[in-house]
């Protein structure tokens, strides 16, 4: 699961973590199964390079079970579906590509696909596990049911 920026300069991965030390959310440090995100810059030749995506770490944690990553229209917000734990991550892009942890909401069971209208004022998350569509609005960056 991944999402560029509307820039195209920046590229962010949603990973489901096994909560062993050495896959790529665990860092060497045995943690819980949640997911990471790791980012990446691209170059103008369409080059990949990893990035931190908080001031020292080169991830940052999401609910379980990442299942389906987005960027708001404006490139100002990254979110993430966790389909165990059936939330949504919220994170702050900062511009230099840091993000920033926001209130995370709640969704049916099993989100998994996710996507923005057009305008960039409402959100749609499908959940698969009771058979809904959750519709959020969405008011500079957050989301509201």
Sequence with gaps: MRAI???????????????NADDICGHGTARSANGCITAYTIDQYGILTSTPVRTRNDYIDTGATPSSIRISPDGTHLYVTNSADATI??????????LNSDTPVSTGS????FTIHPSGLFAYVVNTN??????????????SA
């Design 89 to 98: 991550s919220i994170y702050i892009i900062n511009p230099d590509g840091t």
């Design 130 to 143: 009771d058979n809904t569509v959750s519709v959020y609005a969405i008011t500079a960056g957050p989301l």
């Design 110 to 113: 099993g989100p998994t696909a």
């Design 5 to 19: 920026d509307p820039g195209g300069s920046s590229a962010f991965v949603a990973n489901v973590g096994s909560g």
